[in-house]
RNA sequence: CCGCCUGUAGCUCAGCAGGAUAGAGCAACCGCCUCCUAAGCGGUAGGUCGCAGGUUCGAAUCCUGCCAGGCGGACCA
């Protein structure tokens, strides 16, 4: 609809300027807008007030002379000056119901539209170390990267989603040693204990699960633990797997899945960290200092050069990371997002200026990137900090465990990433309108009760045949939500493009809102079988919408509730 | 000291590709169930959009400078 009026538009600004009323060479962006207020029509545009300099005219002249110019059209009943220099559309009604029967017809495809054209983009999220349970931060990422994926899915796009282990390096040696430490007895505190070493009781478990000689399954492996407290060796492997199939298990209660889990030891196993280093150095783009191996990366924007390799012959973590994303770009992915956590935005810059500075044809900025800030959880008004099994932070697990699946997507993915987010257990086990998860769960129920009724009564409704009766919804409540509605489709594509999941969220808290106004208003399921058959297609078409919507987030449309 | 994010109603947050009187929920107060699930609805009250400049016909939204909070600034990840 809004591009039909971007369309008349168009014509009518097109018509002006063959007249000589505009200037030559205009062709400005038109802007056309959803009103706010329904007393200004239904879409609204303001290109009147952005062309009257250039016109010489006053805002509203000019905007009288475009809707003499407008190309009449049947969905548009009439138009109105407002304001400054607004042009208001009033759309007809068959034209302000055509949602109806578009989502109905469209059913599980209602709101996908085609913008990515089968493009291929991955997705990177969650991609925590293997040292530990999932955190409510990693709870975030998982929320809003997953939630990203279904956006872009619903929007075109051939998603890819990887997980990548940080499965080799200093935290891994930290953690075997912590295992170690446990199986030969040690706790936190002892003096033989290892610094740094992991304090969790989730440490206890793995080495239990070790020295019973335990197996473990992660995504490409089963590992059996040696049940040796001395080869460390074994230890590690046992360990990672352990962590890995922990964290899956937390991944699958949360109703998140990964196309590919990609790990960091690979690169050193194929030589493709060798390779980059090797790329680097012939390019000139290092030298040697004090030991180490310095990359140039001031040369592209970064504010000081970044140790490759370690005098101790290690590599840092900057280059297998600058390895993994050459290997992104060989697979093909010219769209990359990276979700992760804000606390490693410092990392951003690194890995481009190290993709630059590699000269193999990959664009300075990519790939892209999606940062959450940190999650807090109140409870009581107070802020939890521990968790039994991990010690130092809440686990993702302890949340879902607490407040189910549902709510705890909804509130991680709900609001903007950019935003730090505080995680409120009592809101969120409230079963009650305090709850927008449970509120917009209740209208889709409300929905369903409904055609369980009218089943009930043995009252038929066909959906083609109550298409032919919705222009019998006029009333303001119906005219409110038709409103709402039709935005469903703009707000995915747009949550999509700019990557916020939290868009969905929140209008499906307002589309509920209308639904449940309109609900306590008028009875559906009234004697009149027209009026009925519109009004059942009308709550139909929500239900549909809000079960879409809480699908993209992740989030169940229970039948009753 | 430098970089990124944030500052909107008592609380949690939308709005920020500039637009017509700044929104929602919670909390407070007043109402609505012989009626499709009251996990619902209606109403009242509540804001110098951190502060100060600037750009513009028009700024919560863009620019600059301050102030406050969070995160980061390793031969850790």
Redesign the pocket.
């Known amino acids: 609809m809004k591009s039909l009026i971007e369309r008349l538009l168009g014509d009518a600004l097109a018509a002006l300027v063959a007249d000589g009323t505009l200037p030559a060479g205009t062709a400005p962006a038109i ?1 056309v807008e959803r ?3 329904p ?2 029509g239904d879409l ?1 545009s ?1 290109v009147a ?2 062309l009257a ?1 250039g016109a010489g005219m006053k805002p509203r002249d000019l905007a009288a002379r475009i809707c003499e110019a407008l190309p009449a059209d049947r969905a548009v009943e009439r138009t109105e000056i ?3 220099g ?1 042009i ?1 559309f009033f759309l007809a009604a068959d034209a302000s119901t055509a949602v109806v029967a578009e989502a109905l017809r469209a059913g599980e495809r209602f709101g996908e539209c085609d913008e990515g054209a089968g493009r291929k983009v991955q997705v990177e999220f969650v991609s925590a ?1 293997p040292t530990g349970p999932l955190h409510v931060g990693h709870g975030r990422g998982a929320a809003v990267g997953d939630s990203l994926c279904r956006l872009l899915r619903a929007t075109g796009w051939e998603v890819s989603s990887e997980f990548y282990y ?1 499965d080799a ?3 891994i040696e930290n953690l075997a040693r912590s295992v170690q430490a446990r199986c030969r007895g040690q706790a936190p505190g002892d003096a033989a204990w290892p610094e740094d070493g992991y304090r969790g009781d989730y440490i206890v478990e793995v080495a239990e699960a070790y020295l019973r000689c335990d197996s473990v399954a992660a995504e490409d492996r089963q590992v059996t633990g040696a049940g040796d407290p001395e080869d460390l060796e074994a230890i590690r492997d046992f360990a990672v797997a352990w962590l890995r199939h922990e964290q899956d298990l937390d991944l699958k209660a949360f109703g998140v899945d990964f196309d590919v889990y990609f790990l960091e030891s690979s690169l050193y196993r194929s030589g493709e960290v060798d390779d980059a280093v090797k790329l680097l150095v012939d390019g000139g783009k290092t030298y040697e ?4 191996l310095w990359l140039r990366t001031t040369d592209y924007g970064d ?1 000081k050069d ?2 490759m390799r ?3 012959g ?1 590599y ?3 280059l297998p990371d600058v390895a993994y994303h050459l290997n992104k770009w060989r697979r093909g992915f010219t769209r990359v997002i990276n979700e992760q956590g ?6 951003v810059t690194r890995v481009r200026a190290g993709l630059q500075a590699l000269e193999q044809g990959i664009p300075e900025g990519w790939p892209d990137y999606v ?1 959450h ?2 999650v807090t959880v109140m409870r009581d008004g107070a802020e939890v900090k521990l968790s039994k099994r991990a010690g130092s932070y809440v686990t993702l697990r302890d949340l879902i465990d607490e407040v189910g699946r549902d709510a705890t997507r909804y509130f991680l993915a709900a ?2 990433p ?5 995680f ?1 257990i009592d809101l969120a086990l409230s ?4 709850n ?1 998860v ?2 917009i769960q ?1 209208a889709h ?2 929905v ?3 055609h369980q ?1 009218l089943a009930e009564a043995g009252l038929a409704w066909d959906r083609e045949a109550a298409l032919a009766h919705l222009t019998l919804l006029g009333n303001e409540e119906e005219q409110e939500l038709l409103r709402a509605l039709a935005r469903y489709p703009e707000t995915v594509a ?1 949550a999509a493009r700019e990557a ?1 999941p ?2 969905v969220a ?1 209008y499906l ?1 307002e589309l509920a ?1 209308h639904f ?2 309109f ?7 009234v004697d009149d079988p027209a009026l009925r058959a519109a009004r059942v297609a009308l709550a139909e078409a929500v239900r549909q919408a809000i079960a879409n919507g809480l699908g993209l987030l992740g989030v169940g449309a229970p039948e ?2």
Request: glycine residues 6%.
């Open positions: 802007q009103t706010r207020d007393s200004h609204a303001n007030l952005t300099r407002a304001g400054p607004f208001n170390n940080n390096g200093q935290q200092q004090d030991g180490a504010d970044r140790v370690k005098a101790d290690g840092t973590y900057f804000a606390d490693h935005h410092s990392t940062l800030q940190m609001r903007a950019s935003s730090q987010l505080t409120d079963q009650s309108n305090d927008p449970y509120y209740y129920a409300r369903c009760s409904v009724r747009r916020e939290h868009a929140n808290r809102g449940h106004t609900y306590n208003a008028h009875k559906v399921l009753r509730m």
